[in-house]
């Protein structure tokens, strides 16, 4: 069965990048949709955006100006960028693939933003 | 913010049956979008518990059933047991938004 599994760097300063991978395994990234989602410490869930195999994404309004979602199908990975960080990004990040819901998630990575 | 709203908290003693509602509006759960629900247990990423309103992944017990009508979409814990205390978060599409939305949470404390 597919498996997803998050990397990345845990500590980013302000104003910078977060960049995480998600590593697909267990099956292909072909021919379907891989979404990020995110939760704050304590919070609820946040959709990030979605990207499909072959590279058309959707992104939630509030944080489009600052998400790019790409995908490498030669490695089977997607990945998350979110510029200019700021506390209020500090959550643990996950990634999910998505047919009618998001099944299954990864594990989670937690990314704190911070100096 | 979250444009699903759930009630904080609910509880039950073992056996008892709870439920939780999703209350949404026309541009999401009334424009016909399916609902699904996810089960957080402590410490762990979300799982997928109910798709497309009403069914059930493999796996996962038949004590647990969603329903939807109108604006507004159920969870229902039948026959409650200690290891069901999680937090579940119903997730729509927003046609105003054009993505995908989460609700508020619940969680649910097995007395």
């Known amino acids: 069965q597919v498996q997803l599994q998050e990397s990345g760097p845990g500590l980013v300063k302000p104003s910078e990048t977060l960049s995480l991978t998600c590593t697909v395994s267990?099956?292909?990234?072909?021919?379907?949709?891989w979404s990020w989602i995110r939760q704050p410490p304590g919070k609820g869930l946040e959709w990030i955006g979605y990207?499909?195999?072959?590279?058309?994404?959707n992104y939630n309004p509030s944080l489009k100006s600052r998400v790019t979602i790409s995908v490498d199908t030669s490695k089977n990975q997607f990945s998350l960028k979110l510029n200019s960080v700021t506390a209020a990004d500090t959550a643990v990040y996950y990634c999910?693939?998505?047919?009618?819901?998001?099944?299954?998630w990864g594990q989670g990575t937690l990314v704190t933003v911070s100096s | 913010q979250s444009v699903l709203t759930q009630p904080p908290s609910v509880s039950g003693a073992p056996g008892q049956r709870v439920t939780i509602s999703c209350t949404g509006s026309?541009?999401?759960?009334?424009?016909?979008?399916?609902v699904h629900w996810y089960q957080q247990l402590p410490g762990t990423a979300p799982k997928l518990l109910i798709y497309?309103?009403?069914n059930r992944p493999s796996g996962v017990p038949d004590r647990f059933s969603g329903s939807k009508s109108g604006t507004s979409a159920s969870l229902a814990i039948s026959g409650l047991q200690a290891e069901d205390e999680a937090d579940y978060y119903c997730?729509?599409?927003?046609?105003?938004?054009?993505?995908?939305?989460f609700g508020t949470g619940t969680k649910v404390t097995v007395l």
């Open positions: 990207i499909y195999y072959s590279g058309s994404t």
């Open positions: 999910a693939k998505k047919t009618q819901a998001l099944d299954p």
């Open positions: 497309g309103n009403s």
């Open positions: 267990g099956g292909s990234i072909s021919s379907y949709y």
């Open positions: 997730q729509s599409y927003d046609s105003s938004l054009s993505g995908y939305v």
């Open positions: 026309s541009s999401n759960i009334g424009a016909g979008f399916d």
